[in-house]
């Protein structure tokens, strides 16, 4: 179901292979709204885009991206400041007289220092991550899109709130960052055959069980390339005031035999590039003839690891 992807982070690479332009724009509102809206995630890896901005409007992003930063980094020593506090006190009590109490609050307290500290120091590190671009769903990645005539790329969520849906619609449907290939005619009837987009992953990671527990998988295609992984969109207003939310869900079909012997029953198209512009102008265009440009795909090896037991 591409639980999570290595999103190609580097905006430029989206320009050049699609020949869309970047709502500048729109990243900024986005990136704005996140100064007081913990719901938007975005990666460092987008925010690394930004660290020489050239224009006006970058700068203004760069801007937006520093002020983040310096409120998380505060939020995060403040918490260092208080769980110090309490291991401190825990050892004070410990050494008074020995409790449960008092040594459980020291492993919690111990604990959640060196989760803070982790986090201040990737928060702070200018060096890549190889975490810095991987998504989740109700991460915000970059996507193209037809807007006005022209192809774009904008900001959008990763997990699709259908136009007119309650904002319930998210807790009650927790899977809709995957749209089936095979109920792309039902539950997606209102976004196929008319809002479309493209994400590109280098590779994409999945759950899957192994001898009763959880392993995670990690999917590269080889020989190495960028996917264009086939998507549909919708853009959701709030009747109470007016705020637009942008967000997607990957198609996903039947998996290559590769990845259905690494114990997965789902996968992502990744569409061929002569295929985009069809894809992304789907107005007018006949069910039969978008469910082709789906079954003519690229079909790489995936080769995966295992990251986690």
């Given at each position: 179901m591409c639980y999570s992807g290595q999103v190609e982070a580097a905006y430029r690479e989206y320009l050049r292979m699609t020949g869309a332009t970047l709502d500048l724009p729109q990243f900024e509102e986005i990136y704005g709204i996140r100064l007081s809206d913990p719901s938007i995630r975005i990666s460092r890896g987008l925010d690394?885009?930004?660290?020489?901005?050239?224009?006006?409007?970058?700068?203004?992003?760069?801007?937006?991206?520093?002020?983040?930063?310096?409120?998380?980094?505060?939020?995060?020593?403040?918490?260092?400041?208080?769980?110090?506090?309490?291991?401190a006190d825990a050892?004070?009590?410990?050494?008074?007289?020995?409790?449960?109490?008092?040594?459980?609050?020291r492993r919690i307290a111990?604990?959640?220092?060196?989760?803070?500290?982790?986090r201040l120091a990737l928060l702070k590190n200018a060096q890549p991550h190889p975490l810095d671009a991987r998504i989740f769903p109700m991460h915000y990645a970059p996507i193209v899109l037809h807007a006005d005539g022209r192809?774009?790329?904008?900001?959008?969520?990763?997990h699709c709130r259908p136009a007119g849906k309650p904002a319930t619609f998210d807790r009650h449907y927790p899977g809709l960052y995957n749209a089936r290939r095979d109920n792309l005619?039902?539950?997606?009837?209102e976004q196929f055959g008319a809002q479309h987009a493209l994400m590109l992953l280098t590779s994409f990671y999945e759950n899957v069980e192994r001898d009763g527990r959880n392993a995670v998988l990690h999917f590269v295609p080889r020989p190495e390339?960028?996917?264009?992984?086939?998507c549909l969109y919708s853009e959701?207003?709030?009747?109470?005031?007016?705020?637009?939310?942008?967000?997607?869900?990957?198609?996903?079909?039947?998996?290559?035999?590769?990845?259905?012997?690494?114990?997965?029953?789902?996968?992502?198209?990744?569409?061929?590039?002569?295929?985009?512009?069809?894809?992304?102008?789907?107005?007018?265009?006949?069910?039969?003839?978008?469910?082709?440009?789906?079954?003519?795909?690229?079909?790489?090896y995936y080769e995966h690891e295992v990251l986690a037991a």
């Open positions: 690394r885009n930004f660290d020489h901005p050239k224009t006006d409007a970058e700068r203004a992003i760069r801007a937006l991206i520093d002020q983040y930063r310096a409120a998380a980094a505060a939020k995060i020593e403040t918490e260092l400041f208080t769980q110090t506090r309490r291991l050892e004070r009590k410990l050494r008074q007289k020995p409790t449960k109490a008092a040594t459980e609050s111990g604990d959640k220092i060196a989760a803070a500290k982790g192809k774009v790329v904008r900001l959008a969520r990763y005619e039902k539950f997606w009837r390339s960028t996917m264009l992984v086939a959701w207003v709030d009747p109470k005031d007016g705020r637009r939310l942008l967000s997607f869900a990957a198609i996903t079909d039947e998996p290559p035999a590769e990845v259905a012997a690494a114990g997965h029953d789902r996968m992502i198209v990744s569409l061929k590039p002569g295929k985009i512009d069809r894809w992304l102008s789907p107005k007018g265009r006949s069910h039969e003839e978008l469910q082709s440009i789906l079954s003519d795909r690229e079909a790489p």
